[in-house]
């Protein structure tokens, strides 16, 4: 008998058992994390919306349009959305918190080997969720107490803030975490340097903007982040950053808690506090990932709504015409007849195949 040989082959099971075993443990961290998210959100939702409705935190309509006009047709189409409750992003990002803080409880008291928050994983997407979070809850009070030129903060101190925060993101990554390469899918790594910085910046506040915009119909922008984390937990995962997978994973949860009282007739609505910070934390777990590049295909749609209304812009300040009926998109199949379900559900299905491709390029 081969000893040697029989002791390879032993060893090699041995580490096979091993990191089965490992992975199991992953898995459940990242889907218990999510389920518990799930259940967390569904039940303070209901109490938490019967708080906004006591005191009286709902949905203000726009006076002006993205062009500058009086929002006549947007009027038109959402008056009967008029007061539904709104900063429901608050649940979103709280279960989230709740969760974090439940896993590092667990790890601590030796009840759970892993937890949520890891300085290496987790500690940039929680930063960027409570700091993005923070700045949207202030332009949701502002709309609500009708403060500001267009009821919010004013759109350049908004972007300033928001570029602020991103350029800290930036420096950090660059000179703390030693980024300064993008990776191509099929091609590879490549090193560009300073560079970087403007770069980040560009994703972030795209992103979060992005996010922003699409946020307009009941379900559809939590049906695409939804979607979008999810395939960023896959990205992740193969990347071997375990605990960013389940982090990414507790947002879909509490995502999904949101839904399940945001589907059409919508009992409440996120808000720039979830809007903005899921979108910048998006980006933030983008670059984590180095996955900067199949974003665009993983956000698809968040691409379209904001072309939409650049588009609009242009068009009408050059031209003095429009394109579309009304900006964002999603406005404009409204306008022309498209029952706001159908708007969401068509939207979720090109979101997620295309998103699909992107998870493909992005393991390439």
């Not at 906004?52 to 959305?81: C, M, P, S």
């Not at 795209?206 to 937990?233: H, K, M, P, R």
Request: proline fraction near 2%; charged fraction near 15%; include cysteine.
């Amino acid at each position: 008998m081969d000893f040697s040989k029989l002791s390879l082959d032993l060893t090699i099971n041995m580490q096979n058992v091993l990191n089965f075993s490992e992975n199991i443990r992953n898995l459940s961290l990242i889907f218990g994390s999510q389920i518990l998210a799930f259940i967390i959100a569904v039940i303070i939702a209901p109490t938490f919306i019967q708080l906004l409705k006591k005191y009286k935190i709902g949905k203000q309509l726009r006076d002006k349009a993205t062009t500058g006009e009086k929002a006549v047709i947007f009027n038109e189409l959402h008056a009967k959305k008029k007061g539904t409750p709104t900063m429901g992003g608050i649940l979103i990002w709280g279960t989230v918190l709740i969760v974090v803080l439940l896993s590092s409880l667990s790890q601590l008291l030796g009840i759970t080997e892993n937890s949520l928050f890891s300085r290496e994983e987790t500690l940039l997407p929680i930063a960027t969720l409570i700091a993005t979070a923070i700045l949207g809850a202030v332009d949701d009070y502002m709309n609500l107490k009708g403060q500001g030129k267009n009821k919010g903060i004013n759109v350049n101190p908004k972007f300033f803030l928001l570029t602020l925060f991103a350029l800290l993101g930036a420096l950090w990554f660059y000179y703390r975490l030693g980024y300064e390469s993008i990776h191509i899918p099929m091609f590879g790594d490549f090193n560009i340097g300073i560079w970087y910085i403007p770069l980040f910046i560009f994703i972030i506040t795209a992103t979060s903007n992005a996010v922003n915009i699409t946020d307009g119909l009941d379900g559809l922008a939590g049906g695409l982040l939804i979607i979008a984390f999810t395939t960023f937990a896959a990205l992740a995962y193969a990347s071997g950053l375990f605990v960013l997978a389940a982090f990414c994973m507790v947002i879909t949860g509490a995502l999904l808690g949101f839904l399940w009282f945001n589907i059409m007739p919508a009992k409440f609505y996120m808000g720039d506090t979830g809007s903005i910070a899921l979108g910048a934390t998006l980006g933030v777990i983008a670059m984590m990932t180095d996955s900067m590049l199949v974003l665009p295909l993983i956000g698809f749609i968040f691409v379209i709504e904001t072309l939409s209304v650049i588009i609009q812009i242009f068009s009408k300040k050059f031209f003095k015409k429009k394109v579309f009926l009304i900006a964002p998109i999603h406005h404009h199949f409204e306008k022309k007849g498209w029952h706001e379900a159908t708007v969401v559900m068509r939207f979720w299905i090109i979101g997620g195949f295309v998103a699909v491709i992107g998870m493909i390029v992005g393991l390439v």
